[in-house]
């Protein structure tokens, strides 16, 4: 399983805006994207000024995450809420670990 985290920044004032985005996305990628196992958005405690977000995204190959990352969802994402960013996000790309049997 291949596991993507994305860190996000934005103004806190924004951060509402930022998170309905977000939720966008998950719902559409759990609900089409036949390859996304699981979409997490956390958000983090708001700062004096910013507020981050971590999303955590799980997909059954790297050709998943693929097509996750060049949806037309994750466009208009970028398109909507870009603007919202802080800063570039952040995003590490993983292969899970599982757990040994015990």
């Avoid at 994305?6 to 609900?31: G, H, K, M, N």
């Avoid at 060049?70 to 996000?89: C, I, K, M, W, Y």
Wanted: charged share 15%; glycine share 4%.
């Amino acid at each position: 399983m291949i596991v993507q985290t994305a860190f996000l920044t934005c103004p806190s004032e924004s951060a509402d805006e930022l998170a309905a985005a977000l939720s966008q996305v998950a719902a559409v990628a759990l609900r089409d994207e036949p390859e996304t196992v699981d979409y997490i958005v956390l958000r983090g405690p708001a700062g004096e000024s910013t507020t981050q977000f971590t999303t955590i995204e799980s997909f059954t190959s790297l050709t998943g995450m693929t097509a996750h990352n060049t949806s037309t969802e994750v466009a208009a994402f970028f398109d909507r809420a870009g603007a919202l960013l802080s800063g570039e996000p952040v995003v590490i790309s993983n292969t899970l670990v599982p757990p040994a049997d015990l």
